[in-house]
């Protein structure tokens, strides 16, 4: 069984579409996040979701929006994309309380033309 | 605020050489610090983790140790092999209000047989 799982792992589309990217965790922890990595591997937190409720939002457009339905899923859903936002999106889960270790999905890598 | 900072890459080495590559923080409080790999195509993973002065983070013949004196957690490994060949990173969190895992630039590592 895979810890943290991302739908899709590929994801190719043209500017101004509107598109999600789903992930799913198994472990039971209680906080998930998203980052993305560009093309230098350099990793940016973007959010942070504990027990369903938004805890970091750093400086990213309001075109991202994540939502958690329960505490195992944290999707981001992105509006009217842009061509800088190509880059390799990761999920993570933590347990709170755990040394701060957190679990990493496989990535998805989104590709705008 | 928190920060980390990595050896510049790329690192190439051939096999069984040994490996450093150094890491060197700023936090406020007592951070928890990190060694995550990442494997070509594959999300992150934990290698390795200290969560206090001196203690020593090991795992799969790599080796840390937490330096509060002189705010490092260099990564080192005796004798390197073709499969170690990824991008590392060093991380910290240190929790409270800054509740999150902050990274390193990431290093890339390439050994040839």
């Known amino acids: 069984d895979t810890a943290v799982s991302q739908t899709p792992k590929y994801l190719v589309t043209q500017m101004g579409n509107d598109k999600s990217i789903k992930c799913e965790q198994n472990?039971?922890?209680?906080?998930m996040y998203w980052y993305k990595q560009d093309s230098k591997k350099f990793l940016k937190i973007m959010f942070s979701?504990?027990?369903?409720?938004?805890?970091i939002n750093e400086t990213v457009p309001n075109r991202f929006s994540p939502k958690s339905p329960d505490k195992a899923h944290l999707n981001l859903h992105i509006n009217s994309l842009e061509l800088g936002d190509s880059a390799v999106y990761f999920c993570?889960?933590?347990?709170?309380?755990?040394?701060?270790?957190?679990?990493f999905g496989p990535g998805t890598r989104l590709t705008v033309t | 605020g928190n920060s980390v900072t990595q050896m510049e890459g790329p690192v190439t080495l051939s096999e069984e050489a040994f490996l450093t590559i150094n890491c060197t923080y700023t936090?406020?409080?007592?951070?928890?610090l990190f060694w995550y790999v990442q494997y070509p195509g594959e999300g992150l993973q934990l290698l390795l983790k200290?969560?206090?002065?001196?203690d020593k983070g090991s795992n799969k013949g790599f080796e840390a140790t937490y330096r509060k004196e002189t705010t490092s957690f260099h990564l080192e490994k005796g004798s390197v092999q073709v499969s170690d060949s990824a991008v590392y990173f060093c991380?910290?969190?240190?929790?409270?209000?800054?509740?999150?895992?902050?990274f390193g630039k990431g290093t890339l590592l390439t050994v040839n047989p």
């Open positions: 993570a889960c933590e347990l709170s309380g755990s040394s701060y270790e957190q679990y």
């Open positions: 472990l039971g922890h209680d906080t």
């Open positions: 936090a406020t409080g007592y951070p928890s």
């Open positions: 200290a969560t206090k002065a001196d």
């Open positions: 991380a910290l969190n240190s929790g409270g209000s800054n509740y999150k895992l902050t």
């Open positions: 979701y504990n027990n369903k409720e938004l805890i």
